[in-house]
């Protein structure tokens, strides 16, 4: 990249992504004109109700979907021209946990390791290390269909982190998990962070956006409605919490006449 | 967080043989540790071998050799003449059991976060159709072993067993290739199996368990065009050792095996780059 200013990690304008719909009367807009800026370093949060794009969002910024309109650079790299380099620089947890259930968790790590050609000695160190950080030593040695649901997330996380990407996207990381696991996960970001990683996350929980998020960018019908500081967010809405700002900004789910219809309902299930 | 690596460790360049070799390592690990689909592999054909030598052998054994006597003679011959049938068949079964864990990649995370990594495409798919081969080809020594413990003597020279495993080879890779495919193509898991199932039944019309011209004419026109009979035909005669085995039926079992083989790597690779809606 050349200049001295760091690039942003993630700039999005007019991206634009829709999905053919059974029926075949015109396509279900999903994203429709999203514009995104996260600073190198920073942690923002992407909020917004169920079926509101975030899942289509970050499939797009992690190189899955392919954008109908506009531009995505992730790490200084545009998504649609150059997505290898987009991939050898993020890491990505996605909803569904993506860890392989009959393999331990050592293995899974090594298995990382390998496809980010460590080498044998870094490799088995780096798993070791992350193994480590998340807690999981003791269950190391274990198939992972034998973990419960808050260590499958954390070996999750700690798969995507194995080769040190520069930008994380985690998508939803914390459903389904109690307070504590929740609670070291979200150690586990403010520590990448402290270390350089950028993280885009989504979520629906408003507290984990408050609680971690630089900036916040509540994403509604396809669109971002707002943006801002979580603080900035509450003081222009006049709300006491994020709960109010996400209500004031955004369609019920089953709105009607809004973005939504029969067909968002199997994004939701998902 | 002291312990993080801040350099990053990933190379640009592409290594797509160390990829393969990585996810073929990960698809033989999953066979140890979920043994299931591996005993499936082995114990299908032995129970076919053990029925239809020791069950209908006596009586079929004389309808597909002339001359020979219904009862042990009958047995014999009918082991002689199935056991290539049931050697294709074990290539087949590895083949059905690839769509199941192909669909179990594609449903479980695993396969989005192999997309969003920086690793050879190709590797994803390869490693379990390499892997299943492996798991066909091991499978195939112990059917093999079965059918000698049975009394199988098979006049095979040395080049014949060489000819007869890269037959096997093939066979295996051109089907993984089109059961990845149809694994991705399937809805669900459980469904993953439906599709290939057609390739289990196609050994029965055609010459695997009896011969061609016993069979009624539209039957006989279907075997005879069929790909499974000159594979079967192909593998009957170096099992023999060369005895009747035609130039033109070994070169329309390679044929088939190229074609369904491009056929189906060409398949599985558009569905793997097809976007899943997320």
Same mark, same amino acid.
């Given at each position: 990249?050349?200049?001295? =200013?760091?690039?942003?990690?993630?700039?999005?304008?007019?991206? %634009?992504?829709?999905?053919?719909?059974?029926?075949?009367?015109?396509?279900?807009?999903?994203? #429709?004109?999203?514009? /995104?800026?996260?600073?190198?370093?920073?942690? =923002?949060?992407?909020?917004?109700?169920?079926?509101?794009?975030?899942?289509?969002?970050?499939?797009?910024?992690? =190189?899955?979907?392919?954008?109908?309109?506009? =531009?995505?650079?992730?790490?200084?790299?545009?998504?649609? #021209?150059?997505?290898?380099?987009?991939?050898?620089?993020?890491?990505?947890?996605?909803?569904?946990?993506?860890?392989?259930?009959?393999?331990?968790?050592?293995?899974?790590?090594? /298995?990382?390791?390998?496809?980010?050609? /460590?080498?044998?000695?870094?490799? %088995?160190?780096?798993?070791?290390?992350?193994?480590?950080?998340?807690?999981?030593?003791?269950?190391?040695?274990? @198939?992972?269909?034998?973990?419960?649901?808050?260590?499958?997330?954390?070996?999750?996380?700690?798969?995507?982190?194995?080769?040190?990407?520069?930008?994380?996207?985690?998508?939803? @990381?914390?459903?389904?998990? #109690?307070?504590?696991?929740? %609670?070291?996960?979200?150690?586990?970001?403010?520590? /990448?962070?402290?270390?350089?990683?950028?993280?885009?996350?989504?979520?629906?929980?408003?507290?984990?956006?408050?609680?971690?998020?630089?900036?916040?960018?509540?994403?509604?019908?396809?669109?971002?409605?707002?943006?801002?500081?979580?603080?900035?967010?509450?003081?222009?809405?006049?709300?006491?919490?994020?709960?109010?700002?996400?209500?004031?900004?955004?369609?019920?789910?089953?709105?009607?006449?809004?973005? #939504?219809?029969?067909?968002?309902?199997?994004?939701?299930?998902? | 967080?002291?312990?993080?690596?801040?350099?990053?460790?990933?190379?640009?360049?592409?290594?797509?043989?160390?990829?393969?070799?990585?996810?073929?390592?990960?698809?033989?690990?999953?066979?140890?540790?979920?043994?299931?689909?591996?005993?499936?592999?082995?114990?299908?054909?032995?129970?076919?071998?053990?029925?239809?030598?020791?069950?209908?052998?006596?009586?079929?054994?004389?309808?597909?050799?002339?001359?020979?006597?219904?009862?042990?003679?009958?047995? !014999?011959?009918? +082991?002689?003449?199935?056991?290539?049938?049931?050697?294709?068949?074990?290539?087949?079964?590895?083949?059905?059991?690839?769509?199941?864990?192909?669909?179990?990649? !594609? !449903?479980?995370?695993?396969?989005?976060?192999?997309?969003?990594?920086?690793?050879?495409?190709?590797?994803? +798919?390869?490693?379990?159709?390499?892997?299943?081969?492996?798991?066909?080809? !091991?499978?195939?020594?112990?059917?093999?072993?079965?059918?000698?413990?049975?009394?199988?003597?098979?006049?095979?020279?040395?080049?014949?067993?060489?000819?007869?495993?890269?037959?096997?080879?093939?066979?295996?890779?051109?089907?993984?290739? +089109?059961?990845?495919?149809?694994?991705?193509?399937?809805?669900?898991?459980?469904?993953?199996?439906?599709?290939?199932?057609?390739?289990?039944?196609?050994?029965?019309?055609?010459?695997?368990?009896?011969?061609?011209?016993?069979?009624?004419?539209?039957?006989?026109?279907?075997?005879?065009?069929?790909?499974?009979?000159?594979?079967?035909?192909?593998?009957?005669? +170096?099992?023999?050792?060369?005895?009747?085995?035609?130039?033109?039926?070994?070169?329309?079992?390679?044929?088939?095996?190229?074609?369904?083989?491009?056929?189906?790597?060409?398949?599985?690779?558009?569905?793997?780059?097809?976007?899943?809606?997320?």
């Amino acid at each position: 990249m050349p200049g001295n =200013t760091p690039a942003p990690a993630i700039e999005v304008a007019g991206l %634009r992504k829709s999905f053919p719909t059974r029926t075949k009367k015109g396509d279900h807009v999903v994203l #429709d004109g999203v514009d /995104l800026v996260v600073p190198t370093g920073t942690v =923002t949060a992407l909020l917004g109700p169920n079926g509101a794009g975030k899942t289509t969002a970050v499939g797009v910024l992690s =190189t899955l979907l392919r954008a109908d309109a506009g =531009t995505v650079r992730v790490a200084g790299h545009d998504v649609h #021209d150059d997505p290898g380099a987009v991939r050898a620089s993020i890491g990505v947890t996605g909803q569904i946990t993506a860890v392989d259930d009959l393999l331990t968790g050592t293995e899974n790590l090594r /298995l990382m390791a390998d496809l980010h050609h /460590l080498g044998r000695a870094a490799g %088995r160190r780096r798993t070791a290390e992350l193994l480590e950080q998340f807690g999981l030593t003791e269950a190391a040695g274990k @198939p992972v269909a034998t973990y419960s649901g808050g260590m499958k997330r954390k070996l999750d996380l700690a798969m995507t982190l194995v080769g040190a990407p520069s930008v994380v996207f985690l998508d939803e @990381p914390t459903t389904g998990l #109690d307070p504590r696991s929740r %609670r070291t996960l979200w150690d586990e970001v403010r520590s /990448l962070v402290a270390g350089g990683t950028t993280i885009l996350l989504t979520t629906q929980y408003l507290e984990e956006a408050d609680r971690l998020a630089d900036h916040v960018a509540v994403l509604d019908g396809g669109r971002i409605v707002a943006e801002g500081t979580p603080a900035e967010l509450k003081s222009v809405h006049d709300a006491g919490s994020l709960d109010d700002v996400f209500l004031a900004l955004t369609e019920p789910p089953t709105g009607d006449g809004s973005a #939504d219809d029969p067909a968002t309902s199997k994004e939701n299930v998902r | 967080m002291t312990t993080l690596v801040t350099a990053t460790s990933t190379t640009a360049r592409p290594r797509p043989v160390a990829d393969v070799l990585t996810m073929l390592r990960r698809s033989l690990l999953r066979a140890v540790r979920y043994p299931g689909l591996t005993v499936f592999l082995v114990a299908g054909p032995l129970v076919m071998l053990l029925l239809f030598v020791y069950v209908f052998g006596g009586a079929f054994g004389a309808g597909v050799m002339p001359g020979v006597a219904p009862g042990a003679e009958g047995r !014999a011959a009918y +082991l002689e003449y199935i056991t290539p049938t049931l050697l294709v068949i074990t290539v087949v079964g590895g083949a059905t059991s690839v769509a199941t864990s192909a669909a179990m990649d !594609a !449903a479980g995370g695993i396969m989005a976060r192999f997309k969003t990594m920086a690793i050879a495409p190709g590797s994803v +798919l390869s490693g379990q159709v390499l892997g299943f081969l492996v798991q066909a080809l !091991a499978a195939l020594v112990l059917v093999i072993g079965a059918a000698f413990a049975m009394g199988y003597r098979p006049g095979a020279g040395a080049l014949d067993w060489l000819a007869l495993l890269g037959l096997f080879a093939l066979l295996g890779l051109a089907l993984n290739w +089109l059961c990845v495919a149809m694994g991705l193509n399937s809805r669900s898991v459980e469904s993953a199996s439906n599709a290939p199932m057609i390739l289990l039944l196609l050994p029965f019309l055609g010459s695997g368990f009896v011969p061609v011209d016993t069979m009624p004419a539209a039957v006989r026109w279907f075997a005879e065009y069929q790909p499974f009979t000159p594979v079967i035909e192909t593998a009957r005669g +170096l099992l023999a050792g060369g005895a009747g085995l035609e130039g033109a039926v070994a070169a329309q079992a390679v044929g088939w095996c190229v074609v369904l083989g491009v056929a189906g790597y060409a398949w599985a690779r558009s569905l793997y780059r097809r976007e899943r809606r997320l």
